[in-house]
């Protein structure tokens, strides 16, 4: 089967380093979404992407975050500098929208900041 | 605004109840409907997809099912097992915006 990855799985890392984290979508596919989850906000639609195009990214602090899709087969998302409260998990999920299917998430990041 | 709210919040059930978890949102311009199954500590596992055109799609012992003019939709499981014991979520994709919203979950419990 298909599958969404994601990289790395966990991450810890200290309050004001730099985090990326990468997500491969499915081959063919032209829609990207990023989401964090947390217990308090369940999932929160952080940024999305159509043929590598942002479409919406009002989801994400602009001062610390910021998405990118540098190839079809590349999403990143960064965090600089990163704080406590961006620990969660970020997850990134591909579609091809117009072909009546839905939606496959990759596995997720677990971020702790300490 | 678009909202997904799903009731309730958390269900406990004994095994072989017949149960409906319930999803409502807001802006009747939906794409389609999706739910999502999802085990503690783990990703999010597609379970169905429902259209805008469609009235319902079943898989198994589920059923979904969407009524667009009153912005709801259901999940009916049929003779509940202690394996389907997850958080089931609703994901609403809008075509206004093209954004996939999620409603809060419904955590399931089945006890044996």
């Known amino acids: 089967d298909a599958r969404v990855t994601q990289t790395p799985r966990h991450k810890v890392t200290e309050m004001g380093q730099e985090v990326t984290m990468r997500c491969q979508p499915i081959l063919g596919h032209n829609t990207v979404f990023w989401y964090r989850q947390t217990m308090m906000q369940g999932l929160e639609l952080l940024a999305y992407?159509?043929?590598?195009?942002?479409?919406?990214d009002s989801g994400m602090p602009k001062d610390r975050f910021s998405a990118e899709m540098p190839d079809a087969t590349l999403a990143t998302l960064k965090i600089q500098p990163s704080e406590p409260r961006d620990s969660a998990v970020y997850f990134c999920?591909?579609?091809?929208?117009?072909?009546?299917?839905?939606?496959?998430f990759g596995s997720g990041t677990r971020l702790t900041v300490v | 605004k678009q909202e997904v709210t799903q009731i309730p919040a958390a269900l406990s059930v004994p095994e072989g109840e017949n149960l409906v978890l319930n999803c409502s949102f807001t802006d009747s311009a939906i794409y389609n409907l999706q739910w999502f199954r999802q085990d503690p500590g783990k990703g999010l596992t597609s379970l169905l997809l429902i259209q805008s055109s469609q009235r319902e799609q079943t898989s198994g012992r589920l059923n979904a099912s969407l009524d667009k003019s009153s912005g709801r939709s259901t999940l009916y499981i049929a003779a509940s097992q202690p394996g389907d014991s997850a958080t089931y979520l609703c994901a609403v994709h809008y075509n206004q915006g093209g954004k996939l919203i999620f409603g809060q979950g419904t955590e399931l419990s089945v006890k044996p």
């Open positions: 992407f159509r043929n590598r195009a942002p479409l919406d």
């Open positions: 999920a591909s579609g091809l929208v117009g072909q009546g299917t839905g939606y496959t």
